[in-house]
T-cell receptor, first 114, second 112 residues
Framework: EAQVTQNPRYLITVTGKKLTVTCSQN?????MSWYRQDPGLGLRQIYY???????DKGDVPEGYKVSRKEKRNFPLILESPSPNQTSLYFC?????????????FGPGTRLTVT | KQEVTQIPAALSVPEGENLVLNCSFT??????LQWFRQDPGKGLTSLLL?????REQTSGRLNASLDKSSGRSTLYIAASQPGDSATYLC???????????FGQGTELSVKP
């Protein structure tokens, strides 16, 4: 089944404890990205990757890192999480960035930082 | 800069009713418009993608239309069911990186 998977689905952590949220897609997509969703603010892009080893900042990159060593994986790293990073996180992928292609989203990771 | 708006923010209808959800966008030079469904606290499920060259797309009881000249897209749901209750989001790619610009969503409640 074609899909985007994320792990973990739920995570409660404390301020400053490094964490990684994994994202994997099995559709051979070139483009992958991360969004966060917050009440009243909607979905905002954090980082994106147009291809392996090519990543760039989205609208809200502060406090996050990403890497794209393999085409199928695009982990989101929070080096020193803070309470304002409590949010619902989504990974997405698409065949390319040409704008013609449908984007597929993962099931989401609900992160709470205390 | 593309802006996407969805009105109303919430809608409640009785089961069986046909309904229309609205999506407006400011930049008519869009590549496509995508409709998603989101159940509370869950992921986004892609429902329909309309390319800029298309006027409408259909999937089962869903029909999405696109009118670039007026900056509007609609999602028509026929014979609504309680299982259709969810938040519906529309989005259009804008700018570098394939970023999707989302509307704020319409929360639909279908009452039995």
């Amino acid at each position: 089944e074609a899909q985007v998977t994320q792990n973990p689905r739920y995570l409660i952590t404390v301020t400053g404890k490094k964490l990684t949220v994994t994202c994997s897609q099995n559709m051979n997509h070139e483009y992958m990205s991360w969004y966060r969703q917050d009440p009243g603010l909607g979905l905002r892009q954090i980082y994106y990757s147009m291809n392996v080893e090519v990543t760039d900042k989205g609208d809200v990159p502060e406090g996050y890192k990403v890497s794209r060593k393999e085409k199928r994986n695009f982990p989101l790293i929070l080096e020193s999480p803070s309470p304002n990073q409590t949010s619902l996180y989504f990974c997405a992928s698409s065949l390319s960035t040409s704008g013609m292609y449908e984007q597929y989203f993962g099931p989401g990771t609900r992160l709470t930082v205390t | 800069k593309q802006e996407v708006t969805q009105i109303p923010a919430a809608l409640s209808v009785p089961e069986g009713e046909n309904l229309v959800l609205n999506c407006s966008f400011t930049d008519s030079a869009i590549y496509n418009l995508q409709w998603f469904r989101q159940d509370p606290g869950k992921g986004l499920t892609s429902l329909l993608l309309i390319q800029s060259s298309q006027r409408e797309q259909t999937s089962g009881r869903l029909n999405a239309s696109l009118d670039k000249s007026s900056g509007r897209s609609t999602l028509y749901i026929a014979a609504s069911q309680p299982g259709d209750s969810a938040t519906y989001l529309c989005a259009s790619p804008a700018g570098q990186g394939g970023k999707l610009i989302f509307g704020q969503g319409t929360e639909l409640s279908v009452k039995p």
